[in-house]
């Protein structure tokens, strides 16, 4: 995903007036369609596929265009949580449930893998997260101290915020309860 999808916005408080969470023009819910679509499509191209992993991206508020900028990066979480929450109501519905947003997703039937959420890299900023993670741009105050996590365009990790996605990915994989399969 580089930029929010032309025409699309962010979600909104439903309670504001003008307020319109429809698939037709929310960016977050057009992504959770493309997750539902990657996730058949890569059960079709690798049948073996049993299961995937989301993390959704990192701290877009540093971004120095709307190239994936906040509050879309934040909120492609809501994406991944939803496309989650769609297979699980399917895969409990006998598999006859399916979310015309996600699509279908029901493994027993062979249509997507099982799917779970992975780790987690979004934090707010330089706002540490209850674990500790942030994200820094070279503020000066703590608790960035200069640090620099980004490129020059505020978007992707530099090396040094790749290591904090790679930290979390090690983490995730050595820990979870589903991935024995990936410990030594």
């Known amino acids: 995903m580089t930029r ?20 037709s023009h929310t960016e977050a819910l057009r992504y959770e369609q493309e997750l539902g ?4 499509s890569a059960k079709t191209r690798w ?3 049993q299961q995937v992993f989301h993390s959704s991206r990192i701290y877009g508020g540093y971004a120095n265009s709307s190239h994936s900028s906040e509050p879309y990066a934040y909120e492609y979480g809501f994406s991944v949580k939803w496309l989650i929450q769609a297979q699980i109501l399917q895969i409990h519905s006998g598999g006859t449930s399916i979310d015309p947003t996600a699509g279908d997703l029901n493994y027993s039937a062979g249509a997507a893998p099982w799917t ?13 997260r209850s674990d500790g993670l942030l994200w820094c741009n070279g503020q000066a105050n703590a608790p960035c101290n ?7 365009d505020g978007t992707h990790p530099n090396n040094q915020g790749d290591q904090k996605v790679v930290n979390q ?6 820990n979870s309860s589903f991935t024995s399969w990936f410990r030594p």
């Open 116 to 128: 779970a959420w992975g780790p987690y890299t979004w934090a707010n900023g330089d706002t540490p």
């Open 37 to 40: 679509n990657i996730l058949r």
């Open 4 to 23: 929010p999808a032309e025409g699309f916005q962010s979600l909104c408080d439903p309670t504001v007036a003008g307020c319109s969470n429809n698939v």
């Open 146 to 152: 200069g640090e620099v996590d980004f490129q020059s």
């Open 169 to 174: 990915l090690m983490n995730f994989f050595l």
């Open 47 to 49: 049948p073996n596929l």
